[in-house]
């Protein structure tokens, strides 16, 4: 495993107008039950894009200072003293920092969280995987058992929002319309047809 250095390139958005930095920062300490991952492969989501030109459903979905990229892969170069995943570890991100107290984390819909914070978008962290390195809660780190590659384990957050779309109904052996085929519609299609649509 390579020396982690004292400073690494990350993309900022620090101020409410259309921007973001490039720069240089200090690569941050893993505390408690967060790693730091060396980040593999970062995705470019729809929101990504609103964010930059900050307009009003940036101002919705994001607190500034922060770190874009949700959508992130990467391996865990250090561990706090609580993580519980081990350095050389792949994982993905869950961008969904669900609280897993409130009512809807309880009975089962932390997607829905009423305390939810968001990864890549400053809600209750400034963290991002539009950087070198980043922290990540343990918790929030997908373990990457397969041979999968960063840039199929990368989809995976769009993935899971079509999936969870999908879940909801009973398609199987029923015909399916998605309007819209964009990266989650056409992710939808596949789900869709593993589930058991007909067309």
């Known amino acids: 495993m390579e020396l982690i250095p004292r400073s690494m390139k990350s993309l900022l958005k620090t101020e409410e107008v259309e921007s973001y930095i490039f720069t240089d920062v200090d690569v941050p300490e ?5 790693v730091l991952i060396l980040v593999d492969k970062v995705a470019i989501c729809g929101s990504d894009y609103n964010l930059y030109k900050w307009n009003s459903v940036a101002k919705v979905i994001a607190d500034i200072p922060f770190t874009p990229g949700h959508e992130a892969t990467g391996t865990v170069v250090k561990a706090g003293p609580t993580a519980t995943i081990s350095t050389g570890q792949r994982v993905a991100v ?19 969280c009423s305390n939810m914070g968001q ?3 400053g809600k209750k962290t400034r963290h991002g995987g539009c950087s070198q390195y980043s922290i990540v809660p343990s918790k929030y780190c997908y373990q990457l058992t397969t041979d999968i590659s960063s840039e199929q384990a990368v989809v995976l957050e769009p993935m899971g929002v079509a999936h969870n779309a999908i879940e909801q109904l009973d398609v199987s052996g029923e ?8 990266p ?15 067309r």
Do not use: P, W
């Open 30 to 34: 893993a505390q408690n039950d967060e």
């Open 94 to 112: 869950e961008n969904h920092y669900f609280c897993g107290d409130c009512f809807q984390c309880k009975t089962d819909r932390g997607d829905i």
């Open 119 to 121: 990864y890549g978008h």
């Open 175 to 182: 015909d399916v319309l998605i309007i819209g085929c964009g």
């Open 184 to 198: 989650v519609g056409c992710l939808a299609i596949s789900i869709a047809k593993a589930l058991g649509a007909i």
